[in-house]
């Protein structure tokens, strides 16, 4: 393994109600690319590949206030990077694209993106 040349923190807090419902979710880091200290958000999904027993643990979590469309654009917008994501990692061109037409068809089916024309 290699050895760590430095550390940087990402840092996340959610404000839960009475019913330990997220009401606010908010994030930060040693290189936040916005120069701000504390970014809002509506939601987060965080998925952590678990080296030793090859399991991906995740933490799915939104605000109750977060819309079904605003859901819909943040699934579609999540979907399309990991599309581009696994295309980087992997260089598997063919996997990439089904996956981006899969992320095309989500996109029309909630109207994030308008239908293309046949």
């Known amino acids: 393994m ?3 040349a430095t550390e ?3 840092r996340i807090k959610v ?3 009475d019913n330990n419902m997220p009401v606010r979710i908010s994030w930060d880091a040693d290189d936040n690319p916005s120069g701000e200290t504390t970014q809002d958000s509506k939601a987060m999904l ?5 080296r030793e027993h090859l399991e991906t643990v995740k933490i799915d979590l939104w605000v109750k206030d977060m819309q079904v469309g605003e859901m819909d654009r ?3 917008q999540t979907l399309r990077g990991m599309a581009d994501t696994y295309f980087r990692a992997t ?13 095309q068809y989500f996109g029309e089916q909630t109207k994030v993106i ?3 024309e046949q």
Do not use: T
Request: glycine share 4%; hydrophobic share 45%; net charge negative.
């Open 114 to 116: 308008p239908k293309e």
């Open 2 to 4: 290699d050895q760590v």
């Open 91 to 103: 260089q598997n061109a063919e996997m990439a694209r089904d996956m981006q037409r899969f992320v």
């Open 74 to 76: 943040f699934v579609f």
């Open 8 to 10: 940087k923190e990402i």
């Open 46 to 50: 965080i998925s952590l590949f678990d």
């Open 15 to 17: 404000g839960l109600d």
